[in-house]
């Protein structure tokens, strides 16, 4: 294989801007390239702007820069989605099928596309949702990242792209803020309690919800990434399972750390997302397909984010 040449889209996302600054550490930073549709987060690599509808602009992009992976994490997130069902459809779905032509007709290697545990719903067992399950999903989030699982395999078939795709849990971590997800809970509420001592959750004191903490999802990402080809034999996306756990669950491991932060639940409509969702993943396959492992549990995760915003408001100070 040739040295890598690397494109992200979303790039200024909450995944982007940490996998970003992860590749360019890896591959060298002359060889990363972050596009995002607002503003360079100050990238250690080249950054361009790219509204990823633009299809003509992703390829001279890709093309003049010879890019071999393309990492496709543009998108709209599943509560932001629900305000505007039109608009996350066309950027889902029209921004990730340019990406995957993009890579058809240029010299792109390898492309990844970020799914999520929104592509289940309520037909599948919730304790451990399958592998390979009926998608049925309940936000329009969850419909085009199934629909982008399923071109992601189509691509691979029909014309041989080495496509490569996760199902990741809810991203917990402090370096970078999440924007408009369900899971968004589990980042403001350390926050909150850090700096104000209360946090009002906007979901159910018992929704269990499947998590990872950010360094394990980057490795995920980047051990999935690396992996032989004849190792993947999953094209539609892979199950990821970090940690699972309720807002009062969670709630109760900060207070280890806090004892007097207090917790109210006013859920509102991302409670119905989070009621269509699994509780946890079966990560069977990608387990034994490309050896995943998570490293955090929900202890390590809360002293790391609890040492974490308080390192950044020190720092501040
Ligand atoms: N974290 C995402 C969301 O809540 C799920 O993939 O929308």
């Keep these: ?22 590749l360019a550490k890896r591959y060298g930073s002359q060889n990363v390239i972050a596009t995002d549709i607002s503003g360079n987060p100050g990238f250690p690599c080249a950054f361009e702007k790219l509204d990823v509808l633009d299809r003509e602009r992703m390829e001279k992009l890709v093309s003049e820069n010879g890019i071999t992976d393309l990492y496709h994490l543009a998108a709209i997130l599943s509560a932001t989605g629900e305000k505007n069902p039109q608009k996350a459809w066309d950027i889902n779905m029209r921004g990730t099928l340019n990406a995957l032509e993009v890579a058809r007709v240029t010299d792109v290697e390898r492309l990844f596309f ?7 719903g309520i037909e599948i067992d919730r304790e451990k949702a399958p592998q390979h399950a009926p998608l049925i999903p ?29 199902r990741y849990p809810g991203v917990i971590g402090y370096e970078s803020p999440p924007g408009g997800g369900t899971t968004d809970y589990a980042v403001d509420i350390f926050y909150k309690a850090v700096e104000e001592g209360h946090y009002a959750c906007f979901l159910n004191a018992n929704a269990r919800l499947p998590m990872i903490y950010m360094d394990d999802a980057i490795r995920a ?97």
């Design 1 to 22: 294989m040739r040295n890598r040449k690397i494109l992200l889209t979303g790039a200024a996302g909450q995944i982007g801007q940490i996998l970003t600054r992860e």
């Design 114 to 120: 970020p799914s999520s545990i929104a592509v289940f």
């Design 138 to 166: 309940h936000s329009v989030y969850g419909i085009s990242k199934a629909a982008g699982e399923n071109w992601c395999n189509y691509y691979f078939e029909k014309y041989g792209l080495d496509v490569r795709s996760i």
């Design 221 to 317: 990402t980047i051990e999935l990434m690396e992996a032989p080809s004849e190792k993947i034999s999953i094209r539609t996306s892979y199950n990821l399972q970090g940690m699972s756990f309720t807002p009062a669950e969670l709630f109760e491991e900060i207070k280890k750390f806090i004892p007097e932060v207090t917790i109210e639940y006013q859920p509102d409509y991302r409670q119905d997302i989070a009621d269509s969702w699994p509780g946890r993943l079966d990560d069977q396959a990608a387990k034994a397909d490309w050896g995943w492992k998570r490293e955090f549990d929900i202890s390590k995760l809360t002293e790391t984010m609890y040492r974490g915003i308080k390192s950044l408001q020190q720092q501040t100070t």
